[in-house]
């Protein structure tokens, strides 16, 4: 049995079909905008897809290595998946400068994973690029998906990560780090950095303050939150 996504041929023939098959329906869409937001849709399918295919590789291979008799190491084959859901970031290109700057800021992250793959055909004479890059990045033991694939999607509010910080000293670490260097400010405690991903600093006490049993304390830390910008603990007591 050959293994799933085993060769790069094999992978470019089963998306050089699903291209195929896709694009034939492009023409038949009137308007030149639906077919630009087809492509899109096809972009990320495919990229998607290739990136779970990085992964069922790199998984079989580390899987091929193992004893199978042994039980011991049969646990060890079922914990190669970490996490169930994985955040993917998509940027407009060059996956690994995007992960050199947050493990600037991270310091406990580590770059796990670094492809580069070539457009089919197909896909550039919808208006893709000749290439594109995906890396994962580790970072508060979280594994995060780059797509470093052309300018098609930014990022907005709707989406933050929150920084949980133990005091006032790591929430101006982070807080200056993501904001330098083309990042901005924002209020009640939120930033974005410069790729524009919206980060929420948050003391941990801050927790405390507004879902404290003394209606006192959580009206004045409420209020007082919604006069800074980054949150400062000593105001809001």
Known sequence: MVRPCSKRQQEWERYGQFLSASTNLLPTLKNNKMKKYSFKFITVLL????????????????????????????????????????????????AKAVVDYYLSIFKDGKMKEYRQYKNPPEAKEQGGQDSFETAVMEIGDIEFNILAAGPYFKFNES????????????????????????????????CKDKYGLSWQVVPVEYFNLINSDDPKVREKAMRNTLKQKKLILSELK
């Open 159 to 190: 989406v933050s990560f929150v920084i949980n910080c133990k005091d006032q000293a790591e929430v101006d670490y982070y807080w200056n780090a993501l904001t330098a260097n083309g990042g901005q400010e924002s209020y009640c405690g939120w």
């Open 47 to 94: 990229i998607v897809n290739l990136m779970g295919c990085g992964n069922s590789q790199q998984n079989s291979d580390k899987n091929s290595k193992i004893d199978t008799t042994s039980n011991q190491n049969l646990a060890k084959k079922d914990d190669t998946i970490k996490q169930k859901i994985t955040p993917s970031l998509w940027v407009d290109k060059d």
